[in-house]
């Protein structure tokens, strides 16, 4: 199908653009989010594990950003995670 504006992209384009524009990343990342603290919350240890996945996201996602904080940051809060998991399972 021929656009109406040659050359220029469709507004469902550049949605598309703007959702995927860090290959998801950013949405696996939020969804991590929101299963570690749905489990932590009903006391599950496994909400650590999806924290860990969440941290990595969230630091490629931060890479890709151009962000230096957003890495650093979700370094600490792996390392936190994996403390939580490893406290639950001694105790």
Not at 11 to 37: H, P, R, V
């Amino acid at each position: 199908m021929g656009d109406i504006y040659p050359g220029k992209q469709s507004e469902f384009d550049t949605m598309l653009d703007a959702l995927f524009k860090f290959y998801g990343a950013d949405w696996a990342a939020m969804i991590f989010t929101f299963a570690q603290l749905h489990l932590l919350g009903s006391k599950k240890p496994s909400g650590f594990v999806f924290g860990l996945l969440a941290n990595v996201s969230w630091t490629i996602f931060g890479i890709m950003a151009g962000s230096i904080a957003n890495p650093l940051a979700n370094l600490v809060f792996f390392v936190m995670n994996l403390r939580g998991l490893y406290q639950w399972h001694r105790a």
